[in-house]
């Protein structure tokens, strides 16, 4: 079923709006590239947090949440668990305060205010640039992926031929993709940073009114007897035991015989030994979120921020306004999918697609007009993530190797110039590998277990450990990076059959993970103690400034003595329990939206009630003592650059 010309006039209608108001915006950005990939600091941490959320809302994700969620019922809040969801968690309670004090443009910037500026700190520059473009460029075909299979449920099909399609059956998908990405890519070139976050704004407006209109809807046609009827037992119970008991042929409805391939999927997707996969995901999820953010949108709202404080609550909406909505939605969704799956999967039930099931939802319950409403939101969660990811790239291209290593004296005009080049550039590449592959969820355990158990080990001895040099940091992330890619290679060419047999699960992207953070951790502590520590100079420095918690006793000893007054971060204990309330808070804002939209409504009060005592301790243990605690100013050093570029830019 395709849209009717109501709805796509309103698709139509928002971007070219969209696209406008990159451009209307793209002369403040321009200013310098200071503004254009920071907003020169002085967007309001609210409207951050709000544009992180809607740039996190992304279609890709929203698909994968609902193929989950109707498998796995409420156990499938835990399985985000893989990205990890909780290092927003961390982020809010001490790691985006310590972060936004380095006063730097790019994560990879950051690399010398903690290992200086000798050798085994530009090795360690270098490793940061190459992690963050390959990062970067798997998220953008992990977009490319979704938005294609969406676009083209709905849209016209561009091309018609049988033979064409016969021969490439993937090309209306691919395309729809193409050309969404290239709208995209025309205001966040444009743009910059003020483009990407005003944008996203307007977007989470639409993506608010969607996933309300959705919800509703479910609650209108689906009653709770009926969702009763095509589940399992044990489907609306949160927790578990050490395996998933989770029987789909048990279902008593015509349906039974066809929902029971689900079966099949749990067992394919090897969650069935649940209690063995949760203690490996929050295994790795804590090491994960520990290490802090990885180089891409996320890290670059935290440094556009106005201060530490602010950064700290930007992180904390995040999860207020991301979870209660997009779960509203994702129930909406599934019970509708679940309640209608004979007529959703006619004649596909033998390998249902159910990554699409979205946009077969929405074919069948909304009607005209809403329908372009709707499609618009979902159009721009996928604009959201994708101009977040593009706006990312770019600076580390321009800010870490052009104007670093290549041509350090450049007019401001000219590294705009190369952020537009570079932005396109990394556009074409991820477009490229969308190509080649097969799935969202290959993408994703891809880049959460393979790609990021390489970032991790170095990434959590930089914070913690004063001994810790840029030598270890290089050789750490290399050989983790290495052998992801090595893995990866192995694993297409059936040649490391052992790791099918771990019984963490079936995915060896998953199983990898333990094999890439040893390795890499191994590295970093060989190369570490092999050469010398990092000048107590830096050490110093960067111990005063950031004041980390954790094992930096020598180089406290150190500051003491020319600085007595120096108090170091006594905060551990306290940092530590706020991370567990906050934890159990996030997953009560995941929850209650399902139990809402279900009707299960002693599940729900439950969940309120958990909220409201987990919200009162964060309030009274955490946000009243920012101030106290990161409440120093912070501004970007850089300012007489600014000043120079501005007059430059002036004089053109």
């Known amino acids: 079923m395709h849209l009717s010309y109501i709805d796509i006039s309103i698709i139509i209608i928002y971007l070219i709006s969209t696209v406008f108001l990159g451009v209307y915006i793209s002369k403040k950005a321009s200013q310098n590239i200071h503004n254009y990939f920071l907003g020169g600091n002085t967007i309001k941490w609210w409207f951050l947090g709000v544009s992180d959320a809607s740039g996190m809302f992304d279609i890709a994700g929203t698909m994968l949440l609902v193929y989950w969620l109707a498998v796995y019922g409420l156990k499938s809040t835990w399985l985000p668990w893989l990205w990890p969801v909780f290092n927003q968690i961390f982020l809010m309670v001490y790691l985006s305060p310590w972060l936004r004090k380095s006063n730097v443009m790019t994560g990879a910037e950051w690399i010398k205010t903690r290992f200086g500026t000798g050798t085994g700190a530009t090795l360690a520059h270098v490793i940061v640039v190459v992690f963050a473009l390959i990062s970067v460029i798997g998220f953008l075909s992990y977009g490319f992926k979704g938005i294609g299979k969406f676009a083209a449920a709905f849209l016209p099909p561009l091309v018609t031929s049988p033979d064409m399609l016969a021969q490439y059956p993937q090309i209306n998908t691919n395309l729809y993709a193409l050309i969404l990405m290239g709208v995209t890519t025309l205001y966040v070139v444009k743009g910059g940073m003020f483009s990407v976050v005003f944008t996203e704004v307007i977007q989470y407006g639409i993506l608010t009114i969607s996933s309300i209109a959705i919800g509703i809807i479910a609650m209108y046609n689906v009653s709770p007897e009926m969702i009763r009827s095509v589940i399992p037992d044990g489907w609306t119970n949160l927790f578990f035991s050490g395996s998933l008991n989770l029987d789909w042929s048990t279902v008593g409805s015509t349906a039974a015989t066809k929902v029971s391939a689900f079966n099949k999927w749990i067992e394919t997707d090897g969650y069935s030994m649940f209690g063995l996969f949760f203690g490996m995901m929050l295994f790795k999820g804590l090491f994960v979120a520990s290490a802090g953010p990885a180089p891409n949108y996320d890290m670059q709202r935290i ?155 170095a990434n959590i001895l930089k914070w913690y450990w004063w001994r810790f040099n840029g030598y270890g940091y290089f050789w750490g992330m290399f050989s983790g990076i290495i052998t992801s890619l090595l893995l990866t290679l192995l694993e297409e060419l059936n040649l490391v059959p052992f790791l099918n047999n771990f019984p963490l699960a079936n995915n060896p992207s998953m199983n990898s993970f333990p094999i890439i953070f040893l390795i890499s951790l191994a590295a970093c502590f060989i190369a570490t103690l092999k050469t010398k520590p ?119």
């Open 534 to 652: 990092e000048s107590d100079e830096v050490l110093m420095k960067f111990y005063q400034n950031v004041k980390p918690w954790g094992f930096w006793k020598p180089i406290l000893a150190k500051v003491k003595t020319q600085n007595p007054s120096f108090e170091p971060n006594k905060n551990f204990k306290r940092d530590m329990f706020n991370i567990l309330v906050g934890i159990i808070w996030q997953i009560t804002l995941m929850v209650t939206p399902i139990f809402l939209v279900i009707r299960e409504y002693p599940s729900l009060i439950t969940s309120l009630i958990v909220l409201v005592i987990t919200s009162t301790i964060l309030k009274f243990n955490w946000w009243n003592k920012l101030e106290s605690t990161y409440g120093e100013k912070v501004i970007w050093e850089d300012k007489l650059n600014i000043k120079n570029e501005n007059a430059l830019l002036a004089d053109k």
């Open 303 to 457: 440094l556009s921020t106005r201060s530490p404080v602010e950064a700290a609550k930007m992180n904390s909406l995040v999860s207020v306004v991301l979870n209660p909505t997009r779960y509203f939605l994702v129930t909406g969704l599934t019970v509708l999918a679940l309640t209608n799956f004979d007529s959703l999967y006619k004649s596909s039930i033998t390998t249902p697609d159910f990554e699409a099931i979205l946009p077969e939802v929405l074919a069948k319950y909304v009607p005209v007009g809403l329908l372009g409403l709707l499609m618009t939101g979902f159009i721009a969660a996928f604009m959201s993530n994708f101009a977040a990811t593009v706006n990312a790239a770019p600076a580390y291209i321009v800010n870490d190797i052009y104007k670093r290593y290549i041509n350090p004296n450049a007019n401001p005009k000219k590294y705009i110039t190369m952020s537009y080049i570079s932005s396109v550039g990394v556009v074409v590449v991820g477009i490229t590998i969308g190509f080649f592959v097969e799935s969202l969820n290959q993408i994703v355990l891809w880049i959460v277990a393979s790609l990021w158990g390489s970032y991790t080990a």
